[in-house]
Antibody, heavy 120, light 108 residues
Framework: EVQLVQSGAEVKKPGESLKISCQAS????????IGWVRQMPGKGLEWMGI????????TYNPSFRGQVTISADKSVSTAYLQWSSLKASDTAIYYC?????????????WGQGTVVTVSS | EIVLTQSPGTLSLSPGERVTLSCRAS???????LAWYQQKPGQAPRLLIY???SRATGIPDRFSGSGSGTDFTLTISRLEPEDFAVYYC?????????FGQGTKLQIK
């Protein structure tokens, strides 16, 4: 059974760093692209970027490039999303999701979401 | 960037009714690389349709998708109580991938 299990909720202050995780199981982690999607409070879905864990190739939405870093560790079948300096506007739910067959495909499995709250 | 506009924003319907949701793209979506997702409160989105018209695994056949180019639709032939949720379209033919703003389907 394919599963994406995300790390727990985080409460941080502006300027702090953060790294959240998405652990995959039930399939070959290195063979499927994984992406991250942001959902701000009460709002819609925003595609942030994707990574191919097999070789760490990736691409970012220009709106998020330079604001976050997406990475993956094959040894623990885990993808990461990190910030070096959080802002209040980073408050949102962050989902990881697996692409169906290729980078140019829909997301067929989703993590449960990680709630990130940034507040002074 | 391809902008997806969903309409209407909110729909109020009753169980048993038929509904069609619209997703219009600002430019043609290559190869009909268009997906539909359902999201219920407090849950992650769930893939319903990919490739504009192919149902994802386990999705009931009351859900169907159609369209090409810039105009796409999701039809639910007969609403069940569990279908009341927010629906998003997403294009994955261009970069960055983009989502529509969502259509909320609520019980009348």
């Amino acid at each position: 059974e394919v599963q994406l299990v995300q790390s727990g909720a985080e409460v941080k202050k502006p300027g702090e760093s953060l790294k959240i995780s998405c652990q995959a199981s039930g399939y070959s982690f290195t063979s499927y692209w994984i992406g991250w999607v942001r959902q701000m409070p009460g709002k819609g879905l925003e595609w942030m970027g994707i990574i191919y864990p097999g070789d760490s190739d990736g691409t970012y939405n220009p709106s998020f490039r330079g604001q976050v870093t997406i990475s993956a560790d094959k040894s623990v079948s885990t993808a990461y999303l990190q910030w070096s300096s959080l802002k209040a506007s980073d408050t949102a739910i962050y989902y990881c999701a697996r692409h169906r067959l290729s980078a140019q495909d829909a997301f067929d499995f989703w993590g449960q979401g990680t709630v990130v709250t940034v507040s002074s | 960037e391809i902008v997806l506009t969903q309409s209407p924003g909110t729909l109020s319907l009753s169980p048993g009714e038929r509904v069609t949701l619209s997703c219009r793209a600002s430019q043609s979506v290559s190869n009909s690389y268009l997906a539909w997702y359902q999201q219920k409160p407090g849950q992650a989105p769930r893939l319903l349709i990919y490739g504009a018209s192919s149902r994802a695994t386990g999705i009931p056949d009351r859900f169907s998708g159609s369209g090409s180019g810039t105009d796409f639709t999701l039809t639910i032939s007969r609403l069940e109580p569990e279908d009341f949720a927010v629906y998003y379209c997403q294009q994955y033919g261009g970069s960055p991938r983009t989502f529509g703003q969502g259509t909320k389907l609520q019980i009348k």
